[in-house]
């Protein structure tokens, strides 16, 4: 977009939050001219992808900077133990404010303007080594989604897909059972929790192809875990996903973000 409209719009927008003053949404700054809607440009700009050396197969965070030292493919505890039956899982900014803050203002007060900022994010940091035939995005079970009105995960889908100039499917991987939120369960709880969870329709959709899983936030897999057997069972050649945000080990912080947000938790409401 030429500078001279860029300007032209920042003056409407300047004049439009003089009369209806809202502030933001992490800092409860009052906006300005800020161009991202309800978040300031100092918070937005606190938002960086997760970095440093990672497992390979979940991208779950090592502490250590010479985890993947020796071996670049090394692959977290927990991988080795119970390998996911997706083949990889990318996660691109750890969920902590003010990007937690953002995810709960699009999800639960319904702020649609945050959609394409978001999505933006995510195809800033997209991996080079993505291929992928089929996006599809987590779905939300029928009764949630009249609830919540919209699916989070496939309004980031959808912006992904027309950047990566790939289909995205909404009906072939549905949710049939109503689950308890994953947050205050056990591992074991989350896995019955979830068992029979959901289902595949049109089976011969997946037969050899790529599939990508898209959700907003990555808390403990088990989600993603569960749509990857059913696709793979259904006949996907692989199967990987692809997460806006991961709830952090408050260790794996940065102190300066610790120090700029508090003792604010960095927690999540979904699984």
Same mark, same amino acid.
């Given at each position: 977009?030429?500078?001279? %409209?860029?300007?032209?719009?920042?003056?409407? @927008?300047?004049?439009?939050?003089?009369?209806?003053?809202?502030?933001?949404?992490?800092?409860? #700054?009052?906006?300005?001219?800020?161009?991202?809607?309800?978040?300031?440009?100092?918070?937005?700009? +606190?938002? &960086?992808?997760?970095?440093?050396?990672?497992?390979?197969?979940?991208?779950?965070?090592?502490?250590?900077?010479?985890?993947?030292?020796?071996?670049?493919?090394? @692959?977290?505890?927990?991988?080795?133990?119970?390998? $996911?039956?997706?083949? #990889? *899982?990318?996660? +691109?900014?750890?969920?902590?404010?003010?990007?937690?803050?953002?995810?709960? *203002?699009? !999800?639960?007060?319904?702020?649609?303007?945050?959609? #394409?900022?978001?999505?933006? +994010?995510?195809?800033?940091?997209? $991996?080079?080594?993505? =291929?992928?035939?089929?996006?599809?995005?987590?779905?939300?079970?029928?009764?949630?989604?009249?609830?919540? =009105?919209?699916?989070?995960?496939?309004?980031?889908?959808?912006?992904?897909? !027309?950047?990566?100039?790939?289909?995205?499917?909404?009906?072939?991987? %549905?949710?049939?059972?109503?689950?308890?939120?994953?947050?205050?369960?056990?591992?074991? =709880?989350?896995?019955?929790?979830?068992?029979?969870?959901?289902?595949?329709?049109?089976?011969?959709?997946?037969?050899?192809?790529?599939?990508?899983? %898209?959700?907003?936030?990555?808390? &403990?897999?088990?989600?993603?875990?569960?749509?990857? !057997?059913?696709?793979?069972?259904?006949?996907?050649?692989?199967?990987?996903?692809? &997460?806006?945000? #991961?709830?952090?080990?408050? @260790?794996?912080?940065?102190?300066?973000?610790?120090?700029?947000?508090?003792?604010? !938790?960095? &927690?999540?409401?979904?699984?």
């Amino acid at each position: 977009m030429p500078p001279g %409209v860029l300007d032209v719009l920042g003056i409407c @927008r300047l004049a439009l939050r003089a009369l209806l003053p809202i502030d933001c949404i992490s800092c409860a #700054r009052p906006l300005r001219m800020d161009p991202v809607p309800y978040v300031c440009d100092l918070c937005w700009d +606190l938002i &960086t992808p997760i970095s440093g050396p990672r497992c390979s197969r979940c991208d779950q965070p090592f502490a250590s900077n010479a985890a993947n030292t020796w071996s670049p493919t090394h @692959r977290c505890q927990p991988c080795l133990e119970r390998p $996911p039956a997706y083949d #990889r *899982a990318w996660t +691109l900014y750890p969920y902590i404010p003010p990007l937690q803050d953002v995810i709960c *203002a699009l !999800k639960y007060r319904h702020a649609f303007g945050l959609a #394409r900022p978001l999505a933006a +994010l995510m195809i800033r940091a997209l $991996p080079e080594q993505l =291929e992928v035939d089929l996006i599809l995005p987590v779905p939300l079970h029928p009764s949630r989604l009249r609830a919540r =009105e919209f699916n989070q995960s496939l309004l980031l889908a959808d912006r992904l897909g !027309k950047y990566l100039m790939r289909p995205i499917s909404t009906t072939a991987l %549905v949710r049939t059972v109503v689950t308890e939120p994953q947050t205050s369960l056990t591992r074991q =709880e989350r896995l019955r929790n979830l068992r029979r969870a959901f289902t595949v329709r049109h089976a011969e959709s997946f037969d050899g192809r790529r599939v990508l899983l %898209v959700d907003d936030v990555f808390t &403990t897999g088990t989600t993603l875990n569960e749509c990857a !057997k059913i696709l793979r069972s259904a006949g996907a050649a692989s199967v990987s996903a692809l &997460t806006l945000a #991961r709830t952090m080990d408050s @260790r794996l912080v940065p102190d300066r973000l610790l120090a700029e947000h508090g003792a604010r !938790k960095f &927690t999540s409401p979904r699984s």
